[in-house]
């Protein structure tokens, strides 16, 4: 089956600076990946997705990219704030089926 | 977007006995459900696929016989963890297929086996 792997599993930031987590996956097969935003107790939440016909893509403060050749994609937070703080998790599908998650990324943005 | 919805939302149990969580598909149809397992400060994990109206699909290692799946509507998957020992405390989490290869989620059950 597929296995993604995450780093780092925590990051500390200073409010305004970037923050960016990396993942890799396994399984070439593999053409979604999202990117999850946890709170403590509290549900994922979709922040951002790409699929495999994309190299890159754009949300605001958000930013993913994906290199299919070395099967790796990566989140980037620019401008980082305060309530930027929670686990982040990416994850690997074919065609938006089971869903494998990385370890996850405990970020910290200090004020 | 799409709205899964799970409960109970926090359960303790005695060790010994059974548990049942729902996982509803509120405003659209799924026929493929997922169950996760998160412990404290790790990832999810997939524990198996549910499918409407046939056995469900475990991963490698999750027993069968002890977590029972259920999908007997297009909007309904039940979870019960039977025979409940404190090391099935943790945090499970549905998710359907909202279309779009995009997956939603429930609340979570913190289940907690004392």
């Known amino acids: 089956g597929e296995n993604v792997e995450q780093h780092p599993s925590t990051l500390s930031v200073q409010e305004g600076d970037s923050a960016v987590i990396k993942c890799t996956y396994s399984?070439?097969?593999?053409?979604?990946f999202p990117w999850y935003k946890q709170e403590l107790g509290k549900r994922p939440q979709l922040i951002i997705d790409?699929?495999?016909?994309?190299g890159e893509k754009k949300d605001q403060r958000i930013a993913v990219t994906l290199n299919k050749t070395a099967k790796h994609f990566s989140l980037h937070i620019t401008e980082t704030q305060p309530e930027d703080s929670a686990v982040y998790f990416c994850?690997?599908?074919?065609?938006?089926?089971?869903?494998?998650f990385g370890t996850g990324t405990s970020l910290t943005v200090i004020p | 977007g799409a709205v899964v919805s799970q409960h109970p939302s926090r359960v303790i149990c005695k060790s010994g006995t059974s548990v049942k969580i729902e996982c509803r598909s509120l405003?659209?149809?799924?026929?493929?459900m997922f169950w996760y397992r998160q412990f404290p400060k790790q990832s999810l994990m997939l524990m198996a696929t549910?499918?409407?109206?046939?056995?469900?699909?475990?991963e490698q290692g999750v027993e069968k016989d002890k977590f029972l799946i259920n999908h007997a509507s297009l909007t309904l998957s039940t979870l019960t963890v039977t025979s409940a020992h404190p090391e099935d405390s943790s945090f499970y989490i549905c998710?359907?297929?909202?279309?779009?290869?995009?997956?939603?989620f429930g609340q979570g059950t913190r289940l907690t086996v004392v």
């Open positions: 998710s359907a297929d909202g279309g779009k290869s995009e997956a939603f």
């Open positions: 399984d070439s097969a593999s053409n979604y």
């Open positions: 790409i699929r495999s016909n994309v």
């Open positions: 994850a690997a599908s074919i065609n938006g089926n089971q869903f494998y």
């Open positions: 405003d659209f149809q799924a026929t493929t």
């Open positions: 549910s499918n409407e109206g046939s056995k469900a699909t475990y």
